[in-house]
């Protein structure tokens, strides 16, 4: 899947806009993932406190936007921005890659329910397109 230079510059232009609230947003979208999807629990079996709200899940939610933020910065090599992280999930941290899939639909939601009327369709279809590459960049190393 590839992204046209519309859709890398509505990409662009939406984190732009969300970046102030990024923190935010990537502990909504974490918090979404452990309650819509428990299985993924096992993954933070370490954090003391696995609610939704808890400072850990928002913390590493705000960390898992910060690797966005990173790959939104290198859009034409995400590969290359993401490869470090992709180590780690796959060879330390053992993440089954279907996990990746299901953090970009929390985070859709997010941007959807941060964006408002403002997360279009367009939009909605580019960020689709680019986590699914950041999902498949990060699943790089299990093969």
Same mark, same amino acid.
């Given at each position: 899947?590839?992204?046209?230079a519309?859709?890398k510059e509505l990409?662009?232009k ?6 102030? #609230?990024? *923190?935010?947003?990537?502990?909504? *979208?974490l ?10 629990k ?5 954090? *003391?406190?696995?609610s ?5 899940? #928002?913390?590493?939610?705000? #960390?898992?936007?910060? *690797? ?10 995400v ?16 993440v089954?890659p279907v996990?990746? #899939?299901l ?23 580019a960020?689709?397109?680019?986590l ?7 699943s790089?190393?299990?093969r």
């Amino acid at each position: 899947m590839s992204l046209s230079a519309h859709d890398k510059e509505l990409i662009v232009k939406v984190w732009t806009k969300i970046s102030p #609230k990024a *923190a935010q947003i990537g502990g909504d *979208a974490l918090g979404r993932l452990i309650v819509v999807f428990p299985q993924t629990k096992i993954y933070f079996s370490h954090f *003391a406190d696995l609610s939704p709200s808890s400072p850990q899940i #928002k913390a590493h939610g705000a #960390k898992v936007l910060g *690797a966005i933020g990173e790959a939104v910065s290198s859009i034409d090599n995400v590969s290359a921005s993401l490869s470090k992280l992709s180590e780690l999930h796959a060879y330390n941290l053992r993440v089954d890659p279907v996990n990746f #899939k299901l953090l970009a639909h929390t985070l859709l939601v997010s941007l959807s329910a941060a964006l408002g009327a403002e997360f279009t369709p367009e939009i909605h279809l580019a960020w689709d397109k680019f986590l699914a590459i950041v999902a498949a960049v990060l699943s790089e190393k299990y093969r």
